[in-house]
């Protein structure tokens, strides 16, 4: 069965670092997600991404966080200055459309910000 | 309020037997959609089944069913036949909002974890 793919699966960053976290997501599948799960907590809507545009984003989708296509495949976040609170997982999940009822998560990446 | 409450912090089943997982949920909006997760230890979070506030049966994928009620706003998860490899957090999460929006912003319960005893 098709999955949503995440590299790497642990990243160690010192803080005030830039961290990309990278996604390739299902083939057929137009949109796309960050969310995170910070340590014993809920897991939390970062981002949505859809038609090479972010079409929601929440609170803590700050301007330390952005998100690209570069090319068919790929999906990435990149944190631009990590902070000590930006530890969690990382789970990038996409969905074929609106008319597709599941959607798929990937592994996580486990960030520590040191 | 909270959107999902899940009240079981944790859970225990014996192998073989059915267990029961709660989900309340609170929306005000008609058209919402219901999901499970299962997160291993592992920490992928695996899809598990999906149900729409309009779809008139309740859910079922295999061993997993949701038990719909809508007046009462809940959504509990039923696993039949439990297995040792069942032993994982489990998630309730809501997606508010028209499906043709293409959002998935799902909001999440605390999870319940679940053991599975041979």
């Known amino acids: 069965e098709p999955e949503v793919t995440q590299t790497p699966s642990h990243q160690v960053t010192q803080m005030g670092q830039e961290v990309i976290l990278r996604c390739v997501p299902i083939?057929?599948?137009?949109?796309f997600y960050w969310y995170r799960q910070i340590l014993g907590q809920k897991v939390e809507f970062l981002v949505s991404f859809y038609n090479n545009e972010i079409s929601e984003k929440s609170e803590i989708f700050d301007d330390q966080f952005s998100v690209e296509r570069p090319d068919g495949s790929n999906f990435t976040l990149k944190i631009r200055s990590t902070k000590l609170e930006d530890s969690a997982m990382y789970f990038c999940a996409s969905a074929q459309g609106p008319t597709n009822e599941k959607l798929f998560f990937g592994s996580g990446t486990q960030l520590s910000v040191l | 309020a909270q959107k999902i409450t899940q009240t079981q912090p944790g859970m225990f089943v014996q192998e073989k037997e059915a267990v029961t997982l709660d989900c309340t949920y609170d929306?005000?909006?008609?058209?919402?959609?219901l999901f499970w997760y299962k997160q291993p230890s592992s920490g992928e979070m695996i899809f598990l089944i999906y149900q729409g506030s309009y779809d008139q049966q309740n859910a079922t994928e295999g061993r997993y069913s949701l038990n719909f009620q809508k007046a009462r706003k809940s959504a509990n998860l039923v696993i039949s036949a439990s297995q040792l490899g069942d032993s994982a957090m489990y998630f309730c999460a809501m997606r508010e909002g028209w499906s043709g929006a293409g959002s998935y912003q799902l909001t999440f319960g605390k999870g319940t974890k679940l053991s599975v005893i041979p």
């Open positions: 929306t005000s909006d008609p058209s919402y959609g």
């Open positions: 083939s057929n599948h137009l949109y």
